[in-house]
């Protein structure tokens, strides 16, 4: 039997925890379980608000995946998002000792970039290295064995609110699961849409969740920039709730099924059967106007995205597109109407998953799935799957998951 690894991705998000569990080994990477359980009641734009509903979520969701893949799930990597996440770039420099770069050198540059002063309220989740400069020479990926004098690098630090990051993993903690890893959302999901010549060249995504939209800017093949908006498909949905008078399930129902942010493409006649609120009656809703409910919100979270786009005073080395994923990336026209705020081509950026075998191909090209599947493709891409231990801290886990980056 070949060794194989397995890989689940938690994400928990605030309308949904979604478990994917894939297998790698010596042929690939094949999915072979999922599960998705609501979690309504228990996030709130990345921050846990009640521990005891979203731990009861991550069971929920895990037990499907089990039951689905036949698999026993103990460790789970696990997504990270909203406006707590920050991200800082650090460079590191060295003095080569001996005549070509060994690892120690390696590991020391990457070390002396991440030496930053940052708060004892933050953490320190993600490290994501960027290219290496050996003695003048960019674009270099893995310098070890090359001829050298000075080894610099650059890198993008992620940090969080360490209460933030506490109370997510003690949740996942307290559904009896280990956390093996962590990953921020829009890092995670640029690994299921993004192309590669998109990194390269300049790019965008902007992920709309449930409670947050978070960006990610790439270029040059690394990301040099995250942030997040506070507001997300679950604002467009209370907004809908409450103007239309109706549940919020009816009102996600109706978002999903009819949603649509261009009102002159709608029928004036068309309706939808809803149930109103507080009582079990149908009654008749204008399909536009949903539309003219959902589209200012949807206006207003482009338009905030675009802002901290402006801020990052890195809008220039976006070349190609922005690239719009996450559940609210379903609304019909979206595309055109981002495409028109943040005047630059804009596409609807969808996981390119070939797994007609499993059963659910359909849920893994889904752009709700987008986080999900990017941090499988993460985390398989390494060298090695590092697997927790309980008496390891995050920033342990951080720290030597690094140095086997470069092991060959």
Do not use: H
Request: glycine share 8%; hydrophobic share 40%.
């Amino acid at each position: 039997m070949p060794r194989e690894n397995l890989i689940v991705a938690l994400d928990v998000g605030t309308d949904k925890v979604a478990t994917l569990v894939a297998v790698q080994d010596e042929t690939g990477l094949k999915y072979v379980g999922k599960g998705v359980a609501d979690n309504e009641s228990g996030m709130i734009a990345g921050n846990v608000v009640n521990l005891e509903a979203t731990s009861s979520a991550i069971r929920n969701s895990v037990a499907q995946a089990e039951k689905v893949s036949s698999k026993i799930i103990k460790s789970v990597y696990v997504s990270i998002s909203g406006e707590q996440i920050r991200s800082t770039s650090g460079r590191g420099v060295v003095t080569i000792r001996g005549s070509e770069v060994a690892q120690v050198d390696i590991d020391n540059v990457i070390s002396q970039a991440m030496t930053l002063n940052i708060s004892g309220d933050r953490e320190i989740v993600n490290v994501e290295i960027g290219e290496f400069v050996v003695d003048g020479r960019t674009g270099i990926r893995n310098p070890k064995g090359m001829a050298c004098k000075k080894l610099e690098v650059e890198v993008l630090i992620l940090t969080a609110s360490m209460t933030m990051l506490r109370n997510l993993v003690k949740a996942v903690e307290d559904a009896k699961l280990q956390v093996a890893g962590l990953l921020v959302s829009g890092i995670a999901s640029s690994w299921a849409v993004l192309e590669e010549d998109e990194k390269k060249l300049g790019v965008a995504l902007v992920d709309i969740g449930g409670g947050s939209a978070d960006i990610a800017i790439y270029s040059k093949g690394d990301p040099i920039f995250t942030a997040s908006v506070p507001l997300g498909g679950r604002n467009i949905t209370n907004d809908i709730s409450r103007v239309l008078k109706i549940p919020p399930q009816e009102a996600e129902k109706i978002k999903c099924d009819k949603g649509d942010v261009n009102s002159e493409n709608i029928p004036e006649t068309e309706e939808v059967d809803v149930i109103e609120i507080g009582t079990n009656k149908s009654c008749k809703k204008k399909v536009r106007q949903l539309s003219a409910v959902l589209t200012p919100r949807v206006e207003e979270i482009l338009i905030e995205v675009k802002k901290r786009l402006q801020e990052s005073r890195k809008e220039n080395m976006i070349q190609t597109n922005v690239v719009i994923t996450g559940g609210t990336a379903n609304l019909k026209n979206i595309e055109q109407l981002a495409s028109e705020i943040f005047e630059q081509p804009v596409r609807i950026g969808r996981p390119n998953v070939d797994e007609k075998g499993t059963g659910f191909q359909d849920v893994l090209c889904s752009t709700s799935f987008s986080t999900a599947v990017g941090m499988v493709n993460y985390f398989a891409s390494r060298d090695r799957v590092v697997f927790a231990k309980e008496s390891e801290s995050i920033i342990s886990k951080i720290i030597n998951y690094l140095k086997q980056l470069f092991i060959l």
